[in-house]
């Protein structure tokens, strides 16, 4: 219906013009400046498509999420054998459960937002740098989100808390204490591989702690690697998020992912 006005006006004012010919009817009246400005505005509406209603209750996942631990059950997880998840469940928590191994997804995903809440021990007896409170978040099992104990803790700024392991150091330490809880908000992109295998664009991530943006959409180098340099050495799909077990007994609450 507008393009029929537009076109009609556009008409009108070019026949006028033909048949005045005078220097009044030259680029002034063109059909832009003939529109009421509301109808020129409307020219930059776009109607569709209409994003779908997402109800955000205040303590609980937003309406189209997809809840990997609500504190009631290991069902969404699976050992790093294929067997049971065998991490211990305590009021609605999970805790790693030491030298047992991590536990993945049984779900894939490819791009997400993550909520996930993680709390450091507070036992920490004779451990320093990376041995206090050491798990992480691998997204697609492969690119490790660093959770330690960074509150005064000194370690390699790369390995903190809030880093892309061994790749991105993080813009803040926004950790608290051991023994409270956090929260990380992960926004992640996917690396894409092409019909022969090859990288056509790396992972990106953004990440907040507690609120705190830590890494603003950084690129993702490849697979982490505790040594050498991070390479994208094997093109793969959709696949689990991953929670380490690195010998300490972090806690787990509150986990859930929407597809994006
Ligand atoms: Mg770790």
Redesign the pocket.
């Given at each position: 219906m507008q393009n029929v006005t537009h076109f009609s006006l556009k008409t009108l004012l070019l026949v006028s013009c033909g048949s005045l010919m005078t220097m009044a009817c030259s680029a002034e009246t063109s059909d832009e400046e003939a529109l009421e400005p509301w109808q020129q505005a409307q020219k930059t509406e776009v109607w569709e498509p209409v994003p779908p209603v997402v109800e955000t209750p205040k303590d609980a996942p937003p309406s189209d999420a997809i809840v990997l631990f609500d504190g009631s059950d290991l069902e969404e997880w699976e050992a790093d054998d294929g067997g049971p998840a065998h991490w211990k469940l305590e009021e609605d928590a999970m805790t790693v459960a030491r030298r047992e191994g991590g536990i993945r997804t049984k779900r894939d995903f490819c791009d997400i937002q993550l909520h996930i809440e993680w709390r450091s021990p507070t036992d920490i007896e004779g451990m320093d740098g990376?041995d206090r409170g050491?798990?992480?978040i691998f997204l697609q099992e492969r690119y490790?989100i660093?959770?330690?104990d960074s509150h005064e803790n000194e370690t390699y700024p790369n390995?903190q808390a809030g880093s892309v392991?061994k790749q991105h150091i993080p813009l803040v330490n926004a950790t608290r204490p051991r023994g409270e809880w956090q929260t990380y908000d992960i926004i992640y992109t996917a690396p894409r591989f092409d019909d022969e295998d090859e990288l056509e664009s790396p992972a990106y991530v953004t990440v907040l702690h507690n609120g705190v943006v830590v890494q603003n959409h950084v690129e993702i180098q490849g697979k982490t690697e505790w040594i050498g340099a991070p390479s994208y050495d094997e093109a793969h799909g959709c696949d689990s998020l991953y929670l380490?077990d690195?010998d300490a007994a972090v806690s787990f609450r509150n986990i859930w992912v929407r597809e994006l």
């Amino acid at each position: 219906m507008q393009n029929v006005t537009h076109f009609s006006l556009k008409t009108l004012l070019l026949v006028s013009c033909g048949s005045l010919m005078t220097m009044a009817c030259s680029a002034e009246t063109s059909d832009e400046e003939a529109l009421e400005p509301w109808q020129q505005a409307q020219k930059t509406e776009v109607w569709e498509p209409v994003p779908p209603v997402v109800e955000t209750p205040k303590d609980a996942p937003p309406s189209d999420a997809i809840v990997l631990f609500d504190g009631s059950d290991l069902e969404e997880w699976e050992a790093d054998d294929g067997g049971p998840a065998h991490w211990k469940l305590e009021e609605d928590a999970m805790t790693v459960a030491r030298r047992e191994g991590g536990i993945r997804t049984k779900r894939d995903f490819c791009d997400i937002q993550l909520h996930i809440e993680w709390r450091s021990p507070t036992d920490i007896e004779g451990m320093d740098g990376q041995d206090r409170g050491n798990s992480g978040i691998f997204l697609q099992e492969r690119y490790e989100i660093q959770v330690l104990d960074s509150h005064e803790n000194e370690t390699y700024p790369n390995g903190q808390a809030g880093s892309v392991y061994k790749q991105h150091i993080p813009l803040v330490n926004a950790t608290r204490p051991r023994g409270e809880w956090q929260t990380y908000d992960i926004i992640y992109t996917a690396p894409r591989f092409d019909d022969e295998d090859e990288l056509e664009s790396p992972a990106y991530v953004t990440v907040l702690h507690n609120g705190v943006v830590v890494q603003n959409h950084v690129e993702i180098q490849g697979k982490t690697e505790w040594i050498g340099a991070p390479s994208y050495d094997e093109a793969h799909g959709c696949d689990s998020l991953y929670l380490q077990d690195h010998d300490a007994a972090v806690s787990f609450r509150n986990i859930w992912v929407r597809e994006l």
